[in-house]
């Protein structure tokens, strides 16, 4: 029974692999061809963009290295507004840190949209990574510059999800601004903007086009100097 | 020539009928046989596959049954009386949209997918009457007339006010999975987090609360409420804890990713103790030695550390005694953690999580006296979790962690 039983499976499973190919089996081909023809173009783009960011980045925290404790950024915790920025190559993703959740909760949760630009809350960073299939995490902070020149993370307002909530009902009034000539994974970078003119007053996009046409979400936002790199935490694993 | 093609088609005829009457044989051995007891039938799920397990009686070996690629990051789970594997899923990679659950069926080995839409599926799934409740990430908003509303918590400063000064609370609600019409029958205005449901209550861990949730009543009852994120008295229940209910009771342990106040630092709290929520506080059960907890298990009145070095601390509620095990045979697994145990009535499983990347994980079964140990076993899965039908998703009630170092990963 037990020789018999450990080779059924694999009947079942290339039934269960046969059966998909067939109701799908143009698709498949037209998406494989599509996903290799995205991969190549973009990901040329991106190699090119990912480092410019590094670079960008590095460059910009050794220039402002005066004026930052690098203790403090070392020791720096997943705030709420805090910014995620997820990659894996062909697409890329933006959302923010909820950390409303001390007490029970173990870990801060994660804000972003779904491609019709729906807010959603994910408890779990793991599985949220795990799902996108996101290869790189990454999180940011923005600095404000206050008339002193001192920069400092973030302004004093705290973050939650109903301001979130209504920085989305802003955006949904104007009409469908947002909606138009943007890709599907622009919505969430398109929140974290808004969410953060709603909160802080302050632009992480002022060169994008305020009209909602097409702009490179959401490297727009990621290329802001006021956004400062958490070196030490990440939401993936491995 | 007329007769050449009788016997042809005579021929071809009695190979059909064989055909046949094997493809039903075949069918007839598998519903029969697949599993021979389900209690002692486990999956194993992940990035990649879906594996059913059984293994046998009073022992700690096991076969491997089935295995079908796909992905799983939320638990797969056997319903035995339907002979077929219940999925349900997050949003596959690639797919932010697509979530649901899925149900293969062994006779055939057919999948039907029922898509939730666009609301996203995540936490433990709990098995309600003939279904399944899920959490479901995409967030409503909903006008506060009762404050706090009767059914579904309120976290304290959770309210929020619209342009137009009207006031409201955002919440993402949990959904209903008839298994017997497989379709999605209801919302309930009730976020479930994290929990555990006994007599038709949802014991659940969410938002700075513990509440009990009666689905039969439509109440909710608050049985441990943080004091708030601005209270400079209040101690907190750490970031990153381990925890679990049992009977209703919530205990948790610490390991070094906790931490309560800014800096990474534990205030008020002890590494290496076992806790337990009392009277809305936090109250110190017993220590264990010094080792980094990875898992935490409640069963049966007795709580069951899992550490980093292979060590299992088991902790009885009731009469308050520790005792400490060594798994000597796992610490020949180099660079593997425990990353999910589940349970059968006869055994704990173990799965095996890879710090390489590139090396697949590992099964391995310990008798729940201790005295058993099998081989390991390998899988092609990276973020596994074990279910049983005893046990639904175990891989989620040891708490999430974000890694503060990458290199300490």
């Excluded at chain 1, 020789?3 to 799908?24: A, F, Q, T």
């Excluded at chain 1, 973050?159 to 890709?183: C, H, M, W």
């Excluded at chain 2, 839409?117 to 409503?140: C, D, E, H, S």
Aim: glycine share 6%; with cysteine.
């Amino acid at each position: 029974m037990g020789n018999w039983i450990s080779l059924e499976p694999i009947v079942r499973d290339e039934r269960m692999r046969l059966y998909k190919l067939g109701v799908r089996d143009f698709q498949t081909r037209s998406v494989i061809v599509s996903v290799l023809l995205t991969v190549f173009i973009v990901g040329c783009v991106s190699v090119q963009q990912d480092d410019s960011n590094r670079a960008f980045m590095f460059t910009n925290n050794r220039n402002n290295a005066y004026l930052i404790d690098q203790d403090m950024m070392a020791r720096q915790q997943w705030q709420g507004g805090d910014i995620v920025y997820a990659a894996n190559g062909y697409i890329d993703h933006m959302a923010m840190i909820d950390d409303n959740t001390y007490g029970i909760n173990n870990t801060p949760d994660i804000i972003d949209t779904d491609t019709n630009g729906s807010i959603r809350r994910h408890n779990d960073p793991d599985r949220w990574a795990q799902q996108g299939g996101w290869a790189s995490v990454d999180g940011y902070y923005v600095a404000v510059i206050e008339p002193s020149t001192d920069i400092s993370p973030r302004g004093e307002k705290t973050f939650d999800v109903g301001d979130v909530f209504n920085a989305q009902t802003e955006i949904t009034l104007s009409p469908k601004l947002y909606k138009r000539n943007t890709p599907s994974n622009a919505h969430s970078s398109q929140l974290v903007r808004d969410a953060y003119k709603y909160l802080y007053n302050i632009d992480l996009a002022p060169s994008a086009p305020s009209d909602g046409d097409w702009w490179s979400f959401p490297k727009d936002v990621l290329n802001n100097s006021q956004l400062i790199a958490i070196s030490e935490e990440s939401v993936v694993r491995s | 020539m007329a007769l050449k093609v009788s016997y042809s088609n005579i021929f071809l005829l009695v190979i059909l009928v064989c055909g046949c009457e094997m493809t039903d044989d075949k069918l007839q051995n598998t519903t029969a046989y697949l599993f021979s007891n389900c209690k002692n039938t486990f999956t194993v799920s992940g990035s990649s596959k879906i594996y059913l397990f059984e293994h046998r009686h009073n022992s700690v070996e096991f076969d491997q049954l089935a295995v079908f690629d796909d992905w799983s990051p939320i638990s797969a789970f056997l319903d035995c009386a339907a002979n077929r594997i219940i999925v349900p899923y997050g949003a596959r990679k690639d797919e932010r949209n697509n979530a649901g659950v899925a149900i293969i069926d062994l006779e055939s080995g057919s999948k039907l997918e029922y898509p939730a839409g666009a609301r996203g599926i995540q936490g433990i799934p709990l098995k309600y009457n003939n279904g399944l409740l899920l959490g479901t990430t995409l967030l409503n908003q909903q006008t506060l007339i009762n404050n706090p509303p009767l059914y579904g918590y309120l976290p304290p400063g959770e309210v929020y006010e619209d342009p137009q000064r009207q006031t409201y609370r955002v919440f993402a609600a949990t959904t209903y999975f008839d298994l017997s019409s497989a379709k999605f029958t209801k919302d309930l205005p009730i976020d479930i987090g994290y929990s555990v449901i006994q007599n038709n209550i949802i014991y659940a861990k969410q938002r700075g609360a513990i509440t009990a949730i009666d689905l039969d009543a439509k109440t909710t009852d608050v049985l441990y409420e943080s004091s708030g994120k601005n209270s400079s008295e209040a101690i907190n229940i750490p970031l990153n804890h381990l925890g679990v209910f049992l009977d209703a009771d919530y205990f948790f342990v610490l390991n070094n990713y906790s931490h309560n106040v800014s800096n990474n630092e534990l205030q008020g709290l002890e590494a290496n103790a076992i806790y337990k929520l009392v009277d809305s506080g936090m109250q110190k059960l017993a220590n264990y030695s010094e080792d980094d907890a990875v898992y935490l298990l409640g069963l049966n009145k007795k709580l069951y550390i899992f550490t980093s070095a292979f060590k299992v601390i088991e902790y009885d509620v009731e009469t308050m005694d520790v005792i400490e095990r060594t798994l000597p045979s796992l610490s020949r697994l180099h660079n593997f953690r425990i990353e999910s145990v589940g349970y059968t009535e006869q055994n704990f499983i173990l799965a095996l999580n890879s710090q390489n990347a590139e090396i697949g994980s590992k099964i391995m079964l310990i008798s729940r006296d201790f005295m058993h140990i099998s081989p390991a076993t390998s899988v092609e899965l990276r973020s596994i979790s074990v279910t049983t039908d005893l046990a639904i998703d175990t891989a989620n009630t040891r708490g999430i962690r974000l890694a503060k170092n990458k290199n300490s990963l």
